[in-house]
């Protein structure tokens, strides 16, 4: 089974997480909302799977390219 690590393309804070651990997602699902700049950005997952690991919490700030959540397919 392969991980994958969905990680953030820009700095900003977590405005909202849509899934939990163990949910099954589809590839293209909306994982977790990012507000960056009064925008909100929606992050995607890469693949079909299950939601291993969540590492962020709302209103935490993260930096570009840190991993949000790990999905396994």
Known sequence: ???HA???EV?????KV???VGATVAKG?????LESMKMEIPVESPA???IEEIL???EEQVAE???LIVVRS
């Open 29 to 33: 699902d909306v994982l977790i909302i």
């Open 6 to 8: 969905v990680e953030s």
């Open 18 to 20: 849509e899934v939990a």
């Open 1 to 3: 089974m392969a991980r």
């Open 48 to 50: 079909s799977g299950v």
């Open 56 to 58: 962020v919490l709302p």
């Open 65 to 67: 390219e840190q991993v």
């Open 11 to 15: 700095a900003g804070s977590v405005w």
